[in-house]
Each structure stands twice: as structure tokens, then as C-alpha cells.
């Protein structure tokens, strides 16, 4: 299947801070990509939905200030967390769209923040 | 509203045996349906999907699913488990009626294979 990177897969930032996780298709152009979060033990709650060059589409409940979405190419997404809190500790997994109805997914970055 | 539900938390199978992992869903109209499994740590592997076509999917490392449109229902299964398939699992669907792209996940099933 497609690959898809994720840069950093952990990272750890006090709580005030900034941080930016990268989505990279690898070996596909992906018009829409994904970004997802997921608790422990949870599934995976959809955040955003990032259409390249367009504005992203944020589900309800998520702070569109504090969650970042920037689709600037056809292989690159990025999510940056503002002013990053404790509560904002998770998983996130980003995943790419294929023309053919599958979605191929990143291995995660884990963020905590103290 | 999409919704799918995965109503085992955990299933346990000792090695060698078949395995079932359920799933059903709920959509307004024509589902697009996936099974993806979890290491720890990781992210999702997509391990089958169906669209259209054969009812009976087969998907990655000897996995398959049955699409039943009446019972709405897309249980993977196996005939003989691995220890090697221990992981969380995810069903997942999206809506075509809805023109979402999307997928709504189940809360997911960690199968336990027993050696």
C-alpha cells in the first residue's frame, strides 16, 4: 500500500508552547488528507479534513484556533498545536486519501505536554 | 448519521483457530466499509475494504470480511489465527450519500491470540 510519514513520532513541550507535526504522502498525491486523535485505549476521533489549497474543514468541537491545519502541496499536510496544554496529550495520526476510497495512514505522532 | 459499532471489547482465540471480529453499521445510504488493525504505538494498517462487487472481501495476511447489506454487518474473520494477529482492529465506514470523505470508526476490538 501507500506510505505515509509522519515527522516528529513523539514529542514531548512544556505547556505554553507550539508544536508542529508534519503529514507526508510518500508516494501518492493526496488531494484530502486527515488528521486524527486518538485517546488510550479510544478509537480515533476526526479532527479536520485538509484539502490542498483550500481552508480545512474542522469537525464540531474542534478548536479551529488551537488546531492548525495547513495543506500548502498535494503530499505535505501539517497540524500545528497553539499554546499547547496538558489536556491537548494524545495521539495523533494524520491519514491521505487515494482517487480510490482508501485512506492510508501515518504511524502517529505522540504528543505530551507538561 | 454514520455510526459503526464494534460490540467486543476483546475477543480471545487460541493459535490455529478461527477467528470473528464483528462489526455493524449504520448509514442513510450506500457504505463504503474497511477493516484497518493497530500495533502499539502505531498507526492504522489497512487491512481490507469493500465497495462493491462480491459480498465475501479477502484482505492482507490471510484476513477477510463478509458484507451483509440485510444484517448490516462486516465482521472480519479468519480461518486460523496467528499469535502474530494480536492487535486492536478497527472497522471504519463512510457514507456515499453523504459525499463525505471521511471514515467514522468503531471503538475498536483487541484480539488476543492465544499460543
Known amino acids: 500500500g501507500a506510505v505515509v510519514s509522519q515527522h516528529p513520532s513523539r514529542v514531548i513541550c512544556k505547556s505554553g508552547t507550539s508544536v508542529k507535526i508534519e503529514c507526508r504522502s510518500l508516494d501518492f498525491q493526496a488531494t484530502t488528507m486527515f488528521w486524527y486523535r486518538q485517546f488510550p485505549k479510544k478509537s480515533l476521533m476526526l479532527m479536520a479534513t485538509s484539502n490542498e489549497g483550500s481552508k480545512a474543514t474542522y469537525e464540531q468541537g474542534v478548536e479551529k484556533d488551537k488546531f492548525l491545519i495547513n495543506h500548502a502541496s498535494l503530499t505535505l499536510s501539517t497540524l500545528t498545536v497553539t499554546s499547547a496544554h496538558p489536556e491537548d496529550s494524545s495521539f495523533y495520526i494524520c491519514?491521505?486519501?487515494?482517487?480510490?476510497?482508501?485512506?492510508?495512514f501515518g504511524p502517529g505522532t505522540r504528543l505530551t505536554v507538561l | 448519521a454514520q455510526s459503526v459499532a464494534q460490540p467486543e471489547d476483546q475477543v480471545n482465540v487460541a493459535e490455529g483457530n478461527p477467528l470473528t471480529v464483528k462489526c455493524t453499521y449504520s448509514?442513510?445510504?450506500?457504505?463504503?466499509l474497511f477493516w484497518y488493525v493497530q500495533y502499539p504505538n502505531r498507526g492504522l494498517q489497512f487491512l481490507l475494504k469493500?465497495?462493491?462487487?462480491?459480498?465475501l472481501v479477502k484482505g492482507s495476511y490471510g484476513f477477510e470480511a463478509e458484507f451483509n447489506k440485510s444484517q448490516t454487518s462486516f465482521h472480519l474473520k479468519k480461518p486460523s489465527a496467528l499469535v502474530s494477529d494480536s492487535a486492536l482492529y478497527f472497522c471504519?465506514?463512510?457514507?456515499?450519500?453523504?459525499?463525505?470523505?471521511?471514515?467514522?470508526f468503531g471503538s475498536g476490538t483487541r484480539l488476543q491470540v492465544q499460543p
Open positions: 469493500y465497495i462493491t462487487g462480491d459480498n
Open positions: 491519514s491521505a486519501g487515494t482517487p480510490y476510497n482508501e485512506q492510508f
Open positions: 448509514v442513510s445510504g450506500n457504505p463504503y
Open positions: 471504519a465506514v463512510r457514507d456515499i450519500g453523504t459525499g463525505r470523505r471521511a471514515l467514522t
